[in-house]
């Protein structure tokens, strides 16, 4: 599991990394223009579609009914890829009658879009942004069927082309823009747009994401469960349940984009301020992705096999296990960006982001944001141990509690406490206590279904601490280089990657000289 974990994690960062050039390239050859508007926002629309309907709770819901057709009374690999082409089925049925409501909205769609435009070029702007979302809207059934291939892997533990294809869909996106500005030119803005560089920019991002629904496609083949959609959902009484327990949990990840909306609709009460909280929360995202995240990726199969059996003391052992795995895989991360926040604020802010102000709510956020990696870890660990269960009441009722919770905590900050130069803390803080509300749900749900199991192994707090503790000196002596050494962004930027080199190396050492000694004593115990 831990190679798994790895894997998930090394692939991700890669992932996103690419996706974060994927922008800035599209940026510099676009230009600060209304056309890379009308792209930024026209591109985002299938991903943000396919979210609204499916996006990621279909993994979450899949690999656990994968794994009972698998390994259930008269499962195998037949009644696997049974399961998995009826939900195919109805998923992609559904995709394509989004993807057919996203063409006959595209006039208005476009229209809201180009509000901002000066009149004179409004009309040209919304021609242009009509033909693009009518390009873009197959990559609906496309980011589809992607999520059906991932969980069709991830359910024989697979994870590195999962989690890892993306990364060729950003290489793609990324030659597609350039070629672009090579053969039509770069920074023009929507009067001198042609309507052939738009067609070019939408198809072409489109084949991007087909040639990664094509690798994710290779990859499920190779596990031997190839998405070949089957109509006739009644058929098969496994994938009826699978898809009703993804239609309940459509609210999990609604619920944390309005969340999201009302925390970005405070902040923009703050000149720069949903540049900040977004900034924050993308760090916290990524961040837990690559730690705690990815652990849990890589715990749900094993979780969902023991869970399939039967076997309550093979799933409790499992979950204390992952657990520890998650809290080690979140601590490096937590204790370097809460360090070195404002060094991380003071890298970033460039241009008119580098008000002072706006810097130092920045290090603050980012400060909450290393404690928000390490919760949201746990609480997708905990859900995703609930679905294995095939238990989405538990995630509803989580992902409720936690919603009302930010809600309340950023309401009653605001009125006891109706200070602007802290309400982007407040509103960072609250999101963080929301989540953290959520995690405590979703841990006594937990708890509930391995009694008399034991929640968490014993000796684990101490191995985590210790570990921890091996990274003080590293910690040390980069805040004391940065605070009375650095002279310079460049300065600052190699003694902070250094550092966090050596951390974690000290980390890693110390929890695998441990891990090696508790070994034996596991082994006695099993």
């Given at each position: 599991m831990r190679r798994s974990a790895?894997?998930?994690?090394?692939?991700?960062?890669?992932?996103?990394?690419?996706?974060?050039?994927?922008?800035?390239?599209?940026?510099?050859?676009?230009?600060?223009?209304?056309?890379?508007?009308?792209?930024?926002?026209?591109?985002t629309l299938p991903n943000n579609v396919y979210t609204v309907f499916a996006g990621p709770i279909v993994a979450m819901v899949v690999v656990p009914s994968v794994v009972h057709a698998s390994t259930g009374a008269g499962a195998g690999p037949g009644q696997a890829r049974e399961v998995l082409g009826r939900v195919a089925g109805r998923l992609l049925t559904v995709a394509g009658l989004a993807t057919v409501g996203l063409v006959l909205l595209s006039p208005a769609l476009a229209w809201s879009l180009v509000l901002g435009v000066p009149g004179p070029d409004r009309s040209r702007a919304w021609l242009l942004a009509l033909v693009l979302i009518v390009c873009v809207a197959p990559q609906v059934v496309l980011y589809t069927a992607i999520s059906l291939a991932q969980a069709a892997q991830q359910s024989r533990d697979r994870f590195a082309l999962a989690a890892g294809a993306s990364t060729l869909e950003n290489l793609a996106t990324i030659a597609v823009v350039a070629a672009a500005g090579t053969m039509f030119g770069s920074g023009l803005d929507v009067a001198h747009t042609q309507l052939a560089m738009v067609i070019w920019l939408g198809a072409g991002s489109t084949v991007a994401v087909l040639i990664h629904a094509g690798l994710q496609f290779y990859g499920a083949a190779r596990v031997g469960l190839l998405v070949i959609p089957r109509w006739g959902?009644?058929?098969?009484?496994?994938?009826?349940?699978?898809?009703?327990?993804?239609?309940?949990?459509?609210?999990?990840?609604?619920?944390?984009?309005?969340?999201?909306?009302?925390?970005?609709?405070?902040?923009?009460?703050?000149?720069?301020?949903?540049?900040?909280?977004?900034?924050?929360?993308?760090?916290?995202?990524?961040?837990?992705?690559?730690?705690?995240?990815?652990?849990?990726?890589?715990?749900?199969?094993?979780?969902?096999?023991?869970?399939?059996?039967?076997?309550?003391?093979?799933?409790?052992?499992?979950?204390?296990?992952?657990?520890?795995?998650?809290?080690?895989?979140?601590?490096?991360?937590?204790?370097?960006?809460?360090?070195?926040?404002?060094?991380?604020?003071?890298?970033?802010?460039?241009?008119e982001l580098a008000d002072r102000v706006l810097v130092t709510e920045l290090g603050a956020c980012l400060a909450i944001a290393a404690v928000g990696q390490m919760v949201s870890g746990i609480h997708?660990?905990?859900?995703?141990?609930?679905?294995?269960?095939?238990?989405?009441?538990?995630?509803?009722?989580?992902?409720?509690?936690?919603?009302?919770?930010?809600?309340?905590?950023?309401?009653?900050a605001a009125l006891l406490h109706p200070d602007p130069t802290t309400t982007l803390i407040t509103l960072m803080m609250a999101m963080v206590v929301g989540e953290a509300a959520g995690a405590v749900m979703v841990l006594l749900g937990v708890r509930r279904h391995i009694r008399p199991e034991r929640l968490a192994e014993a000796g684990t707090g101490a191995h985590a601490l210790l570990a921890t503790l091996a990274m003080l000196p590293a910690l040390a002596a980069g805040f004391l280089l940065i605070r009375h050494v650095g002279s310079g962004r460049l300065v600052d930027l190699a003694v902070l990657a250094g550092t966090t080199a050596v951390a974690i190396a000290l980390f890693l050492w110390c929890s695998v000289a441990l891990g090696r000694r508790q070994t034996p004593l596991h082994e006695d115990r099993l």
């Open positions: 790895l894997g998930v994690a090394v692939w991700t960062l890669l992932s996103r990394v690419t996706g974060m050039a994927r922008v800035l390239v599209a940026g510099g050859v676009l230009g600060p223009t209304y056309t890379a508007n009308i792209f930024q926002a026209s591109n959902l009644a058929r098969s009484e496994e994938a009826q349940r699978c898809v009703r327990r993804i239609a309940r949990s459509m609210s999990v990840p609604a619920k944390s984009a309005a969340t999201s909306y009302l925390v970005a609709a405070i902040a923009a009460s703050v000149p720069g301020g949903v540049t900040v909280i977004q900034f924050a929360s993308q760090v916290s995202n990524g961040v837990s992705f690559i730690a705690a995240r990815a652990v849990s990726m890589a715990a749900m199969p094993r979780l969902a096999t023991a869970a399939a059996a039967g076997d309550l003391p093979g799933f409790a052992a499992a979950w204390r296990k992952c657990l520890h795995y998650a809290t080690l895989a979140a601590l490096p991360p937590l204790c370097l960006l809460m360090l070195f926040a404002p060094t991380v604020a003071d890298l970033v802010s460039q241009g997708d660990l905990g859900r995703r141990a609930l679905f294995a269960r095939l238990d989405d009441r538990g995630p509803r009722r989580a992902s409720l509690v936690a919603f009302f919770v930010s809600v309340l905590v950023a309401g009653l």
